[in-house]
C-alpha cells in the first residue's frame, strides 16, 4: 500500500528566508509525486509533481522539490519565503505501477513571519 | 479560463434533510473526483468517476452517492446528512488516471 508521511505539522519562517517543507513516501512501484498548497477556504492548487526524469522539479510561485529515491523523500524548497506562502501544504503519492489513486499526507501549515 | 466549479460555495442542511452538491468542469477531463476534508485534514477520496465508470472507495458510507449526467457534470448527494457529515468537500478533476488533479472551491456543508 502507499502511504505518505509529513513529518512536520508547522513550519515557521521568516520573510525572505529559504523555506523546506518534508516529504516522505511509501510505495511498492514507481512514484508519482505532488505538491498541492491550499489556502483558507479554498480547493487546491497544483504547485508541481515529479513522474520521471530530473529529480529535481520546478513548479509555480518560486517552489521547486528534489526527489530522493535513496531516502524516499519529495521536500518542497522556495530559496525565499513570502509572507503570501503561508498556507496549508498537501504531498501526495500515486504508484504508477499499479493505477492507485492519490494518497495525500497530513498536510504542513506553513507560516511565513514578516 | 477553464476551471472547476462548485455550487453552491456553501451550504446549509438540517440534520437527515438530503442534499445534493454540484461540480462542473470546463477541462473537458476524463476523470471527476469528490473528496471529503475536515478541518485543515488531507482530502479524503469518497468516490471517483473515469468516463461513467464509477468507482467508490470501500469506507465511504453508503449516505453518500454519487451521478455524473454527462463529461462536464458530477454531483454528490448525501441522502440523510448527519452532524459528522459537516466539511468541506472539494471536486476535482484530472486529463486521466495519475495526471495530477485540478480542484475546484469547495462546498463548506453545515448540518443543524
Known amino acids: 500500500a502507499q502511504s505518505v508521511a509529513q513529518p512536520e505539522d508547522q513550519v515557521n519562517v521568516a520573510e525572505g528566508n529559504p523555506l523546506t517543507v518534508k516529504c516522505t513516501y511509501s510505495?511498492?512501484?514507481?512514484?508519482?509525486l505532488f505538491w498541492y498548497v491550499q489556502y483558507p477556504n479554498r480547493g487546491l492548487q497544483f504547485l508541481l509533481k515529479?513522474?520521471?526524469?530530473?529529480?529535481l522539479v520546478k513548479g509555480s510561485y518560486g517552489f521547486e522539490a528534489e526527489f530522493n529515491k535513496s531516502q524516499t523523500s519529495f521536500h518542497l524548497k522556495k530559496p525565499s519565503a513570502l509572507v503570501s506562502d503561508s498556507a496549508l501544504y498537501f504531498c501526495?503519492?500515486?504508484?504508477?505501477?499499479?493505477?492507485?489513486?492519490?494518497?495525500f499526507g497530513p498536510g504542513t501549515r506553513l507560516s511565513v513571519l514578516p | 479560463d477553464a476551471m472547476v466549479i462548485q455550487n453552491p460555495r456553501y451550504q446549509v442542511t438540517q440534520f437527515g434533510k438530503p442534499v445534493t452538491l454540484s461540480c462542473s468542469q470546463t477541462?473537458?477531463?476524463?476523470?471527476m473526483y469528490w473528496y471529503q476534508q475536515k478541518s485543515s485534514q488531507a482530502p479524503k477520496l469518497l468516490f471517483h468517476?473515469?468516463?461513467?465508470?464509477?468507482?467508490n472507495e470501500a469506507d465511504t458510507p453508503d449516505n453518500f452517492q454519487s451521478r455524473r449526467p454527462n463529461t462536464s457534470f458530477c454531483f454528490l448527494d448525501i441522502r440523510s446528512p448527519g452532524l459528522g457529515d459537516a466539511a468541506m468537500y472539494l471536486c476535482?478533476?484530472?486529463?486521466?488516471?495519475?495526471?495530477?488533479?485540478?480542484f475546484g472551491p469547495g462546498t463548506r456543508l453545515t448540518v443543524l
Open positions: 468517476y473515469y468516463d461513467k465508470d464509477f468507482n
Open positions: 501526495a503519492v500515486r504508484d504508477g505501477s499499479y493505477g492507485q489513486n492519490f494518497v
Open positions: 476535482a478533476t484530472s486529463r486521466t488516471m495519475g495526471n495530477e488533479q485540478f
Open positions: 515529479y513522474i520521471t526524469g530530473d529529480n
Open positions: 510505495v511498492s512501484g514507481n512514484p508519482y
Open positions: 477541462l473537458n477531463h476524463n476523470v
